[in-house]
């Protein structure tokens, strides 16, 4: 049974950064693993997608050059770097889980996930 704990959200000003991380268990090798989130009133987006294996990493255009996706295969552990933070960050983060690979880890479809955390608050001041 796959689960997934998120840390590290808060509130920052704007500007600011925070790291979030999303321990796993459970796991299968050869799948992938996002940061996905979503505001009050709006749907449920892709922030970040990884694969296990390779350094491909896919991004949403509105974190790129901001956020951070990294993955400790070894610590099953996923992790989300994001500085520069803004408002529009605003908005619970969850970390999702995949068996096997899709085009772009499916950054942009939340249904290809089958596993997902409770999630973590971000909340971003101006």
């Known amino acids: 049974q796959v689960q997934l704990a998120e840390s590290g959200g808060g509130s920052v000003q704007a500007g600011g950064s925070l790291r979030l991380s999303c321990q796993a268990s459970g796991l299968t090798a050869g799948g992938c693993m996002g940061w996905f989130r979503q505001a009050p009133g709006k749907e449920r987006e892709g922030v970040a997608t990884?694969?296990?294996?390779?350094?491909?990493?896919y991004y949403a255009d509105s974190v790129k050059g901001r956020f951070t996706i990294s993955r400790d295969n070894a610590k099953n552990m996923l992790y989300l770097q994001m500085t520069s933070l803004n408002s529009q960050d605003t908005a619970m983060y969850y970390c999702a889980a995949r068996p096997g690979w899709l085009p772009g880890c499916a950054l942009a479809n939340a249904r290809a996930y089958v596993n997902w955390g409770q999630g973590t608050q971000v909340t971003v001041s101006s």
């Open positions: 990884a694969y296990s294996y390779g350094g491909n990493r």
